[in-house]
C-alpha cells in the first residue's frame, strides 16, 4: 500500500519552535506553486503505477491555509488517475485558527475524511511564546465544529516539556485532550532546533526547557493516563483508539513505497530516497530541484531498524532475516538490551519497552551498519 504527501510550504505565522521549510509571505506567488506541485504530482503518480496509493496527506506548513479552488487543482492529478473512493484516508493537516463550518464543509466535499489538528498546549501563555495564531478558545471551538461537520476521525497535537508547565498542568493538558473524545492524539517533546526563535530565547535564558527526568515523567504520565481510557500507543509519539492509527504514517513505519511532492518533501521506494529542495523559488523553475540517493545494503538496514523499532509492533525477526544477511552483532546487541529491560522479545519480535522508549534514538543507532 503506497501513499502520497503534499508538502503545503505556507505559514500564516513563524513558529518559535519550528524549523520546517514553509514561507510567511507567498501571496505574490501562491498561485503559481500551488500550480507547480500540482504539476510534479503529473509528473510523479507513474511512480505508483505498479502499486495502487491508498492514502494522501496535506502537511507543511499550515495546509489549512489553501482554498478550495487551490485542493482542487491538487486533487486533479490524482483523481484523473485514480477515484476518490480508492482512498481510505486523506489527511489535512489543519490549525484551529482555519477551521470553521465553511473550511470544513469544503474539505469534506472534496474528499478530506481526516484532520490533524495543531493545537499544541491548552495554556495561553504557551501559545504566546510558541507564535502560534490561534487562541484557546479556538482550540475549544474548532474540535466541536469539526465534529459537528461530520468529522469523525480527528487527531490532535500536543506538546510536552514544554518550558515552565508543571505536571499538574500537564495532567490537566491531558484530561482535557480526553474530554474530546477523538480517536487519534499526537504527542511530541519539545525540542531546541537549530536556528529557531526558541533556541535564541533559551540561549539568552528567556525561556528554559525542563531537566530530562521531568520531561520523562510527562511522557510516563501521558502513556498511563491515554490507556487507562483505551487510547494506545501503537508509535514513539502517537496513540489511538484501536483501528484508529494513522495509516498513512503506518505505512511510512513500515517501509511502503511513498512521493513528496512540493518544497522540500521526500520519497522513498524501498531502495532509493528523493528529496525536493527546499527553496520556493527553486522549486517553481524546476530546475535540479531534486536530489536522488540510492540506498545501500547498510544503509536499508538501518532505514529499516529505525523505522520499525519505533512503533510498538517493534521488528519482526523472520523478516529481518529473509530480507538481510545475519548478523552476529545485531543478535549480541538485542540480547544485551533484553538483559537491560530496554527491549523485550515476544513471538520472534523485538520491541522497545518503556524504558527503551526514552533511548529509542539511540538503541536504533546501536543496531546500525556502517
Not at 490549525?95 to 495543531?118: A, F, H, Q, V, Y
Not at 496513540?239 to 512521493?259: A, P, V
Request: glycine share 4%; aromatic share 12%; proline share 2%.
Amino acid at each position: 500500500m503506497s501513499g502520497i504527501y503534499i508538502h503545503i510550504p505556507f505559514c500564516r505565522k513563524k513558529c518559535s519552535y519550528c524549523d520546517f521549510h514553509f514561507s510567511t509571505s507567498f501571496s505574490s506567488y501562491r498561485s503559481q506553486m500551488i500550480q507547480s506541485i500540482s504539476d510534479e504530482l503529473k509528473d510523479r503518480l507513474i511512480e505508483l503505477s505498479d502499486c495502487q496509493p491508498k492514502t494522501i496527506y496535506f502537511g507543511g506548513g499550515t495546509p489549512s491555509l489553501i482554498e478550495k479552488h487551490e485542493l482542487k487543482i491538487l486533487f486533479q492529478p490524482i483523481f484523473n488517475k485514480y477515484p476518490l473512493k480508492q482512498f481510505s484516508e486523506i489527511t489535512l493537516e489543519a490549525n484551529p485558527e482555519d477551521i470553521t463550518e465553511d473550511t470544513l464543509n469544503n474539505w469534506k466535499e472534496l474528499g478530506i475524511n481526516r484532520l490533524s489538528i495543531g493545537i499544541q498546549s491548552f495554556k495561553e501563555s504557551d501559545l504566546t511564546w510558541m507564535n502560534r495564531a490561534h487562541t484557546l478558545e479556538e482550540s475549544r471551538n474548532c474540535i466541536d465544529l469539526a465534529k459537528k461537520a461530520g468529522f469523525s476521525n480527528i487527531s490532535l497535537d500536543l506538546m510536552y516539556g514544554l518550558p515552565n508547565l508543571s505536571l499538574a498542568e500537564w495532567e490537566k493538558h491531558i484530561n482535557e485532550i480526553i474530554s474530546f473524545d477523538v480517536n487519534h492524539i499526537s504527542a511530541y517533546c519539545l525540542t531546541v532546533e537549530k536556528g529557531t526563535l526558541l533556541q535564541k530565547k533559551v540561549h539568552n535564558k528567556s525561556l528554559s526547557i525542563p531537566d530530562e527526568d521531568y520531561i520523562i515523567e510527562q511522557y510516563k504520565t501521558l502513556i498511563f493516563k491515554l490507556k487507562n481510557v483505551g487510547i494506545n500507543q501503537y508509535e514513539i509519539s502517537n496513540f489511538s483508539k484501536i483501528g484508529c492509527q494513522s495509516i498513512h504514517n503506518s505505512n511510512y513505519w513500515s517501509g511502503q513505497k511513498f512521493i513528496g511532492v512540493g518544497p522540500s518533501a521526500h520519497s522513498f521506494d524501498g531502495k532509493k530516497r528523493r528529496w525536493n529542495i527546499a527553496n520556493n523559488a527553486i522549486y517553481m523553475k524546476k530546475i535540479d530541484s531534486f536530489e536522488v540517493e540510492v540506498l545501500s545494503e547498510n544503509e536499508r538496514w538501518n532505514e529499516y531498524i529505525l523505522t520499525r523499532l519505533r512503533t510498538t509492533n517493534g521488528i519482526n525477526l523472520v523478516e529481518l532475516k529473509n530480507l538481510f544477511d545475519e548478523d552476529n552483532q545485531f543478535l549480541q546487541t538485542k540480547e544485551e538490551y533484553i538483559k537491560q529491560n530496554w527491549l523485550l522479545e515476544v513471538d520472534n519480535q523485538i520491541k522497545l519497552t518503556q524504558e527503551g522508549q526514552l533511548r529509542a534514538d539511540f538503541i536504533a543507532s546501536e543496531f546500525f551498519r556502517v
